[in-house]
């Protein structure tokens, strides 16, 4: 396993390109199991869950070739087995993302439970009950979901909670059901809508994509087509995050400000300058120390909870006392423990916790668990006075392309190293 060394240093100023949304690309990949014919995606970004995503497609008998473009092509014809191992779905919980293709084109799958992680139980029901309602056959046995359906009708499905791969699971397995279906109470993220481009560009048949209500007028077939992944809005929220906790100026490019248009109004909030163009966005925080901010995460269009983290580390070192609440998952505060080894003063009450900033945190050894949690440490030891070394930073590889070369970019000093710590026999770095 490697460690990211990090000497916190002067503000970071300068120009990033962000890279294509991991969380667009996912379910684009596990689209392509619905056509019979190449699908070419632009802008994938390098990342380990795309490499685990191509390892899981290929496991299936699906060729993924990746040049100046990826290219998916999952000739039914070539399909080998319609089953995602739990070792592969273990390490990537997107995987349940290839049940509705598979069997909306396949009749069949067999996909591992993903299980829980560290931020929650994360239950994949309403992705299930969806495909019940469509006329699937579910069983669960074994920490697998074993599907099985002729063809998928279309149906009515109200969904009890805004979920984004649920809704995305079922929007695709909908494009090849016998009839209509409504997905109400749908998730609006940018990611959603991204899908469903490539879906329409595919001849699907789709309507009301980034509202509440998706309607999906099911095809017998579906034909190849050439998509380019959205710009990553968290990654881009991430360095902007970076910019103005360390009273600096950064600049991200070939991204989207659109799509993050709360996260935008909150560093302005902080006191950042922030001037945008149609493909790239800057903060400036013109050396001031920034102010506290209140964030209370939801479901798109609100406040997204996977810039939860790193606002807890703008916070951390903020003038004055901000409140962070995180409504969407039931553990996501497992930053908060390693950001106080670093001096952070944070008090957890409940779901929310209450961050009183103080002037600059102290470097330490500090624990990745989640992706961004991974970045909030990231941010947090870049800021900091002295030496922080992030452990586990497999977290961060998931969904961050190249994370230290773009800060260093910014004048960041980061080093990835291995990490000689000694392994206790509980598999802790100690
Ligand atoms: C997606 O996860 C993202 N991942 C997550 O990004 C993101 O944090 C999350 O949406 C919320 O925006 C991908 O798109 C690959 P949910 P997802 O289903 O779809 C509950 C990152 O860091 N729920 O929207 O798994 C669930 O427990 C990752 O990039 C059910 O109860 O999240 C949670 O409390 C982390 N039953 C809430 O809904 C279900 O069947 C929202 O989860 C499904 C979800």
């Known amino acids: ?44 970004p390098h990342l380990e869950d795309v490499t685990t995503t191509n390892v899981l497609l290929a496991h299936m ?45 396949h009749g069949e799958a067999e996909v591992s439970l993903p299980g829980g992680c560290a931020i929650g139980a994360r239950p994949v029901d309403i992705h299930l009950r969806g495909l019940e309602a469509m006329g699937a ?93 959205c710009p990553d809005r968290i990654e881009t929220g991430t360095f902007l995050v970076a910019g103005a906790a360390s009273r600096g100026c950064v600049k991200v490019t070939h991204t989207d400000p659109s799509l993050i248009d709360v996260v935008l109004a909150k560093l302005a909030a902080a006191g950042a300058e922030v001037t945008q163009g149609n493909d790239w966005v800057q903060v400036d925080m013109h050396g001031r120390r920034p102010r506290s901010v209140d964030v209370r995460t939801s479901p798109y269009p609100g406040f997204p909870t996977d810039m939860q ?51 600059q945190l102290t470097g330490a050894p500090v624990m990745a668990t989640d992706l961004r949690a991974s970045a909030s440490l990231v941010i947090a030891g870049l800021i900091a006075d002295g030496t922080t070394d992030v452990r586990r930073i497999y977290h961060i590889d998931r969904g961050y392309e190249c994370i230290e070369e773009k800060m260093a970019q910014l004048g960041g000093i980061i080093r990835r190293l291995p990490d000689r710590a000694p392994v206790t026999a509980r598999g802790v770095s100690v």
Not at 15 to 38: C, F, H, Q, Y
Not at 162 to 173: I, P, S, Y
């Open 61 to 105: 008998g699906v060729s993924v070739t990746i040049g100046d473009y990826m290219v998916v092509e999952a000739d039914a014809s070539t399909i080998t087995q319609c089953v995602a191992p739990y070792d592969l779905v273990k390490t990537m919980r997107a995987s349940i993302l290839v049940l509705g293709p598979l069997l909306a084109r």
């Open 309 to 359: 983290a790193q606002f807890c580390v703008l916070n951390a070192v903020a003038d004055g006392v901000g409140m962070v609440t995180e409504t969407v998952f039931e553990n996501r505060f497992m930053h908060v423990s390693e950001l106080e080894r670093m001096g952070a003063k944070i008090r957890q009450e409940g779901h929310t916790v209450r961050v009183t900033g103080i002037e």
């Open 1 to 44: 396993m490697d460690l990211l060394r990090i000497e916190g240093g002067p503000p970071l100023n300068g120009v990033v390109r962000a890279s294509g949304a991991k969380n667009a690309t996912l379910p684009v990949m596990a689209s392509a199991l619905l056509i019979d014919e190449p699908l070419f995606v632009e802008n994938v």
């Open 137 to 229: 056959e579910i069983r669960v046995e074994g920490g697998y979901v074993k599907a099985r359906c002729a063809r998928l009708q279309g149906a009515r499905i109200p969904m009890d909670m805004v979920t984004v791969t649920g809704t995305e699971n079922l929007m695709m397995a909908a494009t090849l059901a016998d009839g209509v279906t409504v997905l109400e109470n749908a998730a609006r993220e940018p990611e959603v809508i991204d899908l469903a481009n490539c879906l329409i560009a595919m001849g699907a048949e789709i309507s009301g994509a980034g509202t509440s209500t998706i309607t999906i007028r099911g095809k017998k077939q579906l034909h190849g087509a050439r998509h380019r992944v």
